[in-house]
């Protein structure tokens, strides 16, 4: 097809109503199973093949129009024997948690927030931390979840950006919060204890065993249980009306990219992501039990691992504190249906000897996202789900923060190995060449973008950002560039190579580091493996291969490396081999237990006239001095 062509009839497609769009989509689903005959364009966005992996039914779907908290209160209000929420074994149905929220709203309104006010949030992932979510959503108000262990510095950055004047967090901040609350204009700040919903003999026993704070008494600051007994005197009017389009949330990006920014989230995109897993035919039903560890400062908990679960009748097991190698402890305590993880955490998960001799039927969904999955670790996982009883393939997915966190997922009969899955049912998904809106055909690599209902409102107080990322085409959709290279395939499957701007290039040679890293990790002795770029005098950039490798194996570096690039030969071009290795006992994590590539490319700048091999180990504690060989 020609470009022209291509551009009329997305031209055509953006004119026609959200029905006509609805009975498209059915034609183009019967085309892809073969129903009828039909002309295919080769383009993903025109064509969308992965309609034949969803039914009529959740295509003709409606999304309704009302407030987070209303699509969940409307379908649970009354429920007193589904369990919404598990807190250390204390199960907390869905009457009593809306029990919940509604005494957080009428203590809200008291101190005065009302509609559009901007509310931060530092807390860990609590029941109260939910009551205090849904209660803004029902008066208006805007959250702004921050990681509670932010220095107080951070804190003022964000309490001068957004002019909040209201505070709630973790009782355990109080001391980075006294730092700053006199020189801030902050009307209020409400601690909350991490014990708070657990019973008074624990709370004690654990008070008991805890360090006491010695904090300085403050007018501004107050406890929870305070803050709840205020709202017992308040009357009036505690619910805003529906508007579409009214912020909810303001989540803040990892900044493994560059400079954090804040995502702002509607009620349109809490409410799609939910319906979508409920009209999508996932394997799921009321009563399933879903893993929460990850915290409230990440979209994807707040959408997909506190909203979805709540409105699909899940029991939702919160976990305040998390440290990636409890992971294996926890699944094998609460045995849930579904979780999300990182591709760290799963392969502790598979090495656990506990896990080992666990039957793990009990999975029906387990889900890797947040980083690449890559294909050798990915065998070994579902190897592993095959001989313990559990023949559902680990679930990769793909989002970014900017579309909810998720907007490909990898539907079980829609599977494919070493990709990301397919877009949601909602959802268009297209390769295009990099910084333009030039559509690439089925197969072809380029941008990964994204058009959805999930999608962002903007960046809080970032019109720039905002506009190079949210791009209207020529087919009068509103995109999301996504800045990952990948392709979408002819039955819309989506793989992703990596990020652009981790692509580098040497001497006019463009490497990919995923591609390389895949290879490394074949190799059984290597146990960690992160290719940065290395600024470079004669080649511009380098790649650099940071490795972590098992202690007895110290001495024979030389050897893996030699292994390693025989591998890379026999694979890829020469210009693929790193120019610099550096073994360390371990790779620095983001606070989301990604691989933190900006942080070892800062290291890496350290060596650049060092020799080939580095070794920079940690034993016992006691770092090894830094021999270059």
């Known amino acids: 097809m020609k470009k022209e062509d291509l551009i009329k009839l997305k031209e055509k497609i953006s004119k026609l109503s959200d029905e006509e769009k609805k009975l498209r989509d059915l034609y183009l689903r019967k085309i892809s199973l073969g129903e009828i005959y039909g002309p295919m364009t080769g383009y993903p966005s025109i064509d969308k093949p992965w309609l034949k992996y969803y039914d009529e039914s959740g295509i003709l779907a409606d999304i309704p129009k009302e407030r987070a908290y209303d699509l969940i209160y409307n379908k649970y209000h009354d429920n007193k024997k589904l369990i919404a929420l598990n807190y250390f074994g204390v199960k907390i149905n869905y009457h009593e948690m809306f029990n919940k929220i509604n005494s957080v709203a009428k203590s809200l309104k008291i101190l005065g927030i009302n509609k559009g006010d901007i509310v931060l949030m530092a807390m860990p992932t609590i029941p109260e931390m939910v009551y205090t979510f849904y209660a803004l959503n029902r008066i208006g108000a805007i959250v702004d979840t921050i990681d509670p262990r932010i220095k107080s510095d951070r804190y003022k950055e964000i309490i001068e950006e957004t002019n909040a004047k209201y505070l709630i967090a973790l009782d355990l901040c109080q001391?980075?919060?006294?730092?700053?609350?006199?020189?801030?204009?902050?009307?209020?700040?409400?601690?909350?204890?991490?014990?708070?919903?657990?019973?008074?003999?624990?709370?004690?026993?654990?008070?008991?065993?805890?360090?006491?704070?010695?904090?300085?008494?403050?007018d501004k600051i107050i406890d929870w249980s305070t803050f709840i007994k205020l709202g017992t005197y308040y009357e009036g009017v505690i619910d805003c009306e529906y508007e579409e389009n009214m912020p909810v949330v303001i989540v803040h990006t990892g900044?493994?990219?560059?400079?954090?920014?804040?995502?702002?989230?509607?009620?349109?995109?809490?409410?799609?992501?939910?319906?979508?897993?409920?009209?999508?035919?996932?394997?799921?039903?009321?009563?399933?039990?879903?893993?929460?560890?990850?915290?409230?400062?990440?979209a994807y908990c707040l959408v997909n691992a506190i909203h979805d679960p709540l409105y699909l009748g899940f029991e939702n097991i919160l976990i305040p504190k998390f440290d990636a190698k409890d992971f294996p402890s926890l699944m094998h305590k609460y045995k849930p249906n579904h979780v999300l993880a990182g591709p760290i955490l799963w392969d502790y998960?598979?090495?656990?000897?506990?896990?080992?001799?666990?039957?793990?039927?009990?999975?029906?969904?387990?889900?890797?996202?947040?980083?690449?999955?890559?294909?050798?670790?990915?065998?070994?996982?579902?190897?592993?789900?095959?001989?313990?009883?559990?023949?559902?393939?680990?679930?990769?997915?793909?989002?970014?923060?900017?579309?909810?966190?998720?907007?490909?997922?990898?539907?079980?009969?829609?599977?494919?190995?070493?990709?990301?899955?397919?877009?949601?049912?909602?959802?268009?998904?297209?390769?295009?060449?990099?910084?333009?809106?030039?559509?690439?055909?089925?197969?072809?690599?380029?941008?990964?973008?994204?058009?959805?209902?999930?999608?962002?409102?903007?960046?809080?107080?970032?019109?720039?950002?905002?506009?190079?990322?949210?791009?209207?085409?020529?087919?009068?959709?509103?995109?999301?560039h996504t800045g990952d290279l990948g392709t979408v395939d002819t039955d819309g499957s989506v793989k992703i190579s990596g990020r652009i701007k981790r692509?580098?290039?040497?001497?006019?040679?463009?490497?990919?580091?995923?591609?390389?890293?895949d290879i490394i990790r074949q190799n059984k002795?290597?146990?960690?493996?992160?290719?940065?770029?290395?600024?470079?005098?004669?080649?511009?950039?380098?790649p650099v291969a940071y490795l972590t490798i098992e202690s007895d194996l110290i001495g024979h570096e030389e050897e893996l490396i030699d292994n390693i690039e025989s591998s890379i030969k026999e694979r890829?071009?020469?210009?693929?081999?790193?120019?610099?290795?550096?073994?360390?006992?371990?790779?620095?994590?983001?606070?989301?237990?990604?691989?933190?590539?900006?942080?070892?490319?800062?290291?890496?700048?350290?060596?650049?006239?060092?020799?080939?091999?580095?070794?920079?180990?940690?034993?016992?504690?006691?770092?090894?001095?830094?021999?270059?060989?």
């Not at 692509?503 to 890293?517: A, D, H, M, Q």
């Open 175 to 218: 001391p980075i919060i006294e730092e700053f609350i006199q020189e801030e204009k902050l009307n209020k700040v409400i601690l909350v204890s991490p014990t708070e919903s657990l019973p008074l003999p624990v709370k004690m026993l654990l008070a008991m065993k805890e360090k006491k704070l010695q904090n300085k008494p403050n």
């Open 255 to 298: 900044g493994t990219t560059g400079t954090p920014k804040g995502v702002i989230l509607t009620n349109e995109n809490f409410n799609t992501m939910a319906i979508t897993q409920e009209i999508s035919g996932f394997n799921s039903q009321e009563k399933d039990r879903f893993l929460t560890f990850l915290p409230p400062f990440i």
């Open 349 to 480: 998960f598979i090495k656990d000897k506990k896990i080992s001799k666990d039957n793990l039927s009990y999975l029906k969904s387990p889900i890797s996202g947040g980083d690449v999955l890559n294909i050798e670790l990915e065998r070994a996982i579902n190897d592993f789900y095959k001989s313990h009883n559990c023949n559902i393939p680990i679930a990769s997915g793909y989002g970014l923060t900017e579309v909810s966190a998720a907007a490909i997922y990898s539907k079980s009969i829609a599977y494919k190995e070493g990709h990301v899955g397919i877009p949601y049912i909602k959802n268009n998904v297209s390769a295009f060449i990099p910084n333009t809106e030039e559509e690439l055909l089925c197969g072809l690599e380029g941008e990964i973008c994204i058009s959805t209902p999930t999608m962002m409102n903007k960046y809080y107080n970032n019109e720039e950002a905002t506009k190079d990322i949210i791009r209207v085409h020529s087919d009068g959709l509103r995109w999301v």
């Open 503 to 517: 692509l580098i290039v040497r001497n006019g040679n463009k490497i990919f580091p995923s591609t390389i890293e």
């Open 525 to 542: 002795l290597i146990t960690g493996i992160s290719i940065v770029s290395m600024p470079n005098a004669k080649e511009r950039h380098v």
């Open 572 to 629: 890829l071009p020469e210009f693929n081999i790193p120019a610099k290795y550096i073994f360390k006992s371990e790779l620095p994590l983001t606070n989301i237990n990604k691989i933190d590539f900006k942080k070892l490319e800062e290291e890496a700048l350290k060596y650049t006239d060092s020799e080939k091999i580095v070794l920079s180990y940690n034993i016992n504690n006691s770092k090894v001095k830094v021999r270059k060989i």
